[in-house]
T-cell receptor
């Protein structure tokens, strides 16, 4: 069975500072990994995903994440936080089983950006 | 495409009443998912369908919950009778198929309050 752990349910950064949101996964087979973002009163939307190939993945709004197999991590980063980045971020792992994928979401990290 | 459409956006009902939540997936998407989001439990997968057939309903909390997908463009989640602990935001999501790595598109959710 796969699982996802997001370290820190709340993270605060100053505007312009580095954003680092941590995600560690557990999977017995090579996983596909995702980051989704949820703005207030909205559904989740895809930020980026890792399937195979290049381990550094670039997403929308300047975010990127690096797949590190040795550390079983998929941390999300952005060099400079903007006020509009305030949202909740979910890491997710997808593993195929019997022809179907099973996606497991983390518990989410709320990002606060301080002016 | 208008995305995944959920209705109503907000629902307030009295304990014991029947509640029906509705979802229209993205045209051409073959898989549909119902999630529940609360502060305490985070994002929980309730049930998912592939080609209108329920694949896994192990996340449905009780027999009071039921879901149907009569055709490729419509699904309902029904709670009968409703209880205050059912208060949550319910999300519907769709994806092209259940293949590993497929991206989920979420609706804006239905905020349910049972008083």
């Amino acid at each position: 069975a796969q699982s996802v752990t997001q370290l820190g349910s709340h993270v605060s950064v100053s505007e312009g500072a580095l954003v680092l949101l941590r995600c560690n996964y557990s999977s017995s087979v090579p996983p596909y990994l995702f980051w989704y973002v949820q703005y207030p009163n909205q559904g989740l939307q895809l930020l980026l995903k890792y399937t195979t190939g290049a381990t550094l993945v670039k997403g929308i709004n300047g975010f990127e994440a690096e797949f590190k197999k040795s550390e079983t991590s998929f941390h999300l980063t952005k060099p400079s936080a903007h006020m509009s980045d305030a949202a909740e971020y979910f890491c997710a792992v997808s593993v195929g089983s019997g022809g179907y994928q099973k996606v497991t979401f983390g518990t989410g990290t709320k990002l606060q950006v301080i002016p | 495409d208008a995305g995944v459409i959920q209705s109503p956006r907000h629902e307030v009902t009295e304990m014991g009443q029947e509640v029906t939540l509705r979802c229209k997936p993205i045209s051409g998407h073959n898989s549909l998912f119902w999630y529940r989001q609360t502060m305490m439990r985070g994002l929980e997968l309730l049930i998912y369908f592939n080609n209108n057939v329920p694949i896994d309903d192990s996340g449905m909390p009780e027999d009071r919950f039921s879901a149907k997908m009569p055709n490729a463009s419509f699904s309902t989640l029904k709670i009968q009778p409703s209880e205050p602990r059912d208060s949550a935001v319910y999300f519907c999501a769709s994806s092209p198929r259940l293949g590993t790595g497929d991206v989920y598109t979420f609706g804006s959710g239905t905020r349910l309050t049972v008083v």
